[in-house]
């Protein structure tokens, strides 16, 4: 668990650099930015869910036709985005803060979601956030 929450922060001071992990012979494992040539090292492929990788698939958990729902958070830039192109272009929306709300996120739990936004529309699911992904649901 705790190698987990290093990939984690990891992550979060750099989404854009490449991540490094080794064991070294005590057989403790170590990520990094920077590969260490003392040790077999390799690449760690990390997926972010944003603007720029956008999932869709089914679900279970449908919306009625041409509802939207999006789970978020306050802070994330991707739930800012879609809130500002659903406001922009008149689309009416309910969102859903997993922080700030318990039903959300159990919600939110019970979808197997591990990233923010979630946007649903039917029984259409979005993961992340962008125009031309959402009009492929939407429209």
């Given at each position: 668990?705790?190698h987990?929450?290093?990939v984690?922060?990891?992550?979060?001071?750099?989404?854009?650099?490449?991540?490094?992990?080794?064991?070294?012979?005590?057989?403790?494992?170590?990520?990094?930015?920077?590969?260490?040539?003392?040790?077999?090292?390799?690449?760690?492929?990390?997926?972010?869910?944003?603007?720029?990788?956008?999932?869709?698939?089914?679900?279970?958990?449908?919306?009625?036709?041409?509802?939207?729902?999006?789970?978020?958070?306050?802070?994330?830039?991707?739930?800012?985005?879609?809130?500002?192109?659903?406001?922009?272009?008149?689309?009416?929306?309910?969102?859903?803060?997993?922080?700030?709300?318990?039903r959300?996120?159990?919600?939110?739990?019970?979808?197997?979601?591990?990233?923010?936004?979630?946007?649903?529309?039917?029984?259409n699911?979005?993961?992340?956030?962008?125009?031309?992904?959402?009009?492929?649901?939407?429209?």
């Amino acid at each position: 668990m705790k190698h987990l929450i290093l990939v984690l922060c990891l992550i979060a001071g750099a989404a854009s650099a490449q991540i490094y992990t080794w064991t070294d012979e005590s057989g403790q494992v170590h990520f990094s930015d920077v590969p260490d040539l003392a040790y077999d090292t390799e690449a760690v492929t990390v997926e972010i869910n944003g603007y720029q990788n956008v999932t869709h698939s089914d679900t279970d958990a449908a919306t009625p036709p041409g509802r939207v729902v999006m789970y978020a958070t306050s802070w994330c830039p991707y739930c800012r985005k879609a809130r500002n192109y659903f406001r922009d272009n008149g689309i009416p929306f309910t969102e859903y803060d997993i922080e700030k709300n318990a039903r959300a996120r159990r919600e939110y739990d019970a979808l197997g979601a591990r990233g923010v936004p979630v946007i649903l529309v039917g029984k259409n699911r979005m993961n992340g956030f962008s125009a031309a992904g959402f009009e492929k649901l939407y429209r």
